[in-house]
């Protein structure tokens, strides 16, 4: 299974971007994913996950209310929506695929994307 990120950027705070992950393989829809980011210095730490059907979705606090995760079974693609961007969610962004189901335990999952950059900065 191989996860590819894009999206990310450098947005002034209050700004928008969208994430996606696209994810290989032909069972995309068993899959938990989740998205994770990491800023310099700090753990790795749970954004968002959600259920392989897409019912049941669970947001750090941080992002509850400005961020929104989404998938696309079809097009085996997750995607991670933020928006009232701040400086403090300047980081590394993972999208990663857990195939026993969803956990906000980074180690929990199976698979990991490369990452992409968010820069949130005036």
């Known amino acids: 299974v191989q996860l590819q990120a894009s999206g990310g950027g450098l947005v002034r705070p209050g700004g928008s971007l969208r994430l996606s992950c696209e994810t290989s393989g032909r069972t995309f829809s068993t899959y938990g994913m989740g998205w994770f980011r990491q800023a310099p210095g700090m753990e790795r730490e749970f954004v968002a996950i959600i259920t392989g059907s897409g019912s049941y979705t669970v947001y750090a606090d941080s992002v509850k209310g400005r961020f929104t995760i989404s998938r696309d079974n079809a097009k085996n693609t997750v995607y991670l929506e933020m928006n009232s961007l701040k400086p403090e969610d300047t980081a590394v962004y993972y999208c990663?695929?857990?195939?026993?189901?969803?956990?906000?335990?980074?180690?929990?999952?199976?698979?990991w994307g490369r990452g992409t950059q968010v820069t949130v900065s005036s």
């Open positions: 990663a695929a857990n195939i026993r189901g969803v956990s906000l335990n980074p180690s929990a999952y199976d698979y």
